[in-house]
């Protein structure tokens, strides 16, 4: 099996099959089963035999309440639906009430995200992103998003954000996001009202939260001052 290198520094990182290294060590991970996203699933029916949706290694470089984190999400499709992360909202911030912001970046492979904002009136906002292989963007605060592996590949996704508990409840309920991500493209769930969607590459998210993302793991490491917004949303250059 060959080891593909994803970092050398500020520490080397190595994927080795579905493993990941860190200087060598084996990191810890849970996974996340097909099964466990039956509900949540276009076409439930065709989810197929139960087998391991996505791998989640957490903290693997860690500053004060902040953490980076690298997801393994498989390919396949259950039915004509891309392999997926279940989907999930963040907590709110108890000194500006605004809920969390994350960040993430493709290492490898193709990803569609599916962000969705709750309105007072129950309808959502939602916006689609598509990013490749080294692409960095802002998931703002008040969105919920569930990932795609659009690639005919493993895709392996990181994240910085703040420590906190997710909250799966309304994706759960809902049987799913506000859409699928489907081989013909977007298709709305019907258990939702959507009241606005739009498409935003990477960069035209960041630039609408003030916000200029190279490589989050060199970033986080030499200057994670930069990622407080993080963990106090009212600090973002464009406050939402």
């Known amino acids: 099996m060959i080891a593909v290198i994803l970092y050398e520094r500020p520490f080397k990182l190595e994927l080795l099959g579905r493993s990941i290294l860190k200087d060598g060590e084996e990191w810890p991970f849970t996974v996340r089963k097909s099964s ?6 276009m ?4 989810m197929g035999p139960d087998s391991t949706a996505y791998y989640m290694f957490r903290g693997i470089h860690q500053h004060e309440n ?3 984190d690298i997801t393994l999400i498989e390919s396949r499709f259950y039915g004509d639906e891309y ?3 279940l989907g999930h909202y963040h907590p ?3 000194v500006s009430g605004v809920q969390f912001p994350e960040v993430y970046q493709v290492l490898r492979g193709k990803a569609s995200f599916v962000l969705q904002r709750r309105r007072k009136d129950e309808t959502v906002d939602c916006i689609f992103i598509e990013a490749n292989e080294r692409d960095s963007f802002i998931v703002p605060p008040g969105y919920g998003h569930v990932t795609y592996n659009t690639g005919n590949s493993p895709l392996v996704l990181a994240n910085v954000v703040a420590n906190f508990d997710s909250s799966y409840d309304e994706f759960l309920a809902n049987h799913g996001g506000a859409f699928f991500c489907t081989k013909f493209g977007y298709k709305q769930n019907a258990y939702y009202i959507i009241k606005k969607q739009e498409r935003l590459a990477p960069r035209q998210i960041n630039k609408r939260y003030g916000l200029i993302l190279g490589d989050l793991l060199e970033m986080f490491h030499s200057m994670p001052e930069k990622f407080d917004f993080l963990e106090h949303p009212e600090k973002l250059p464009v406050f939402p």
């Open 36 to 41: 466990e996203l039956k509900e949540v699933l």
């Open 43 to 46: 076409e439930p029916h065709l």
């Open 66 to 68: 902040l953490r980076y």
């Open 83 to 85: 392999s997926k992360t």
């Open 92 to 94: 709110p911030s108890p």
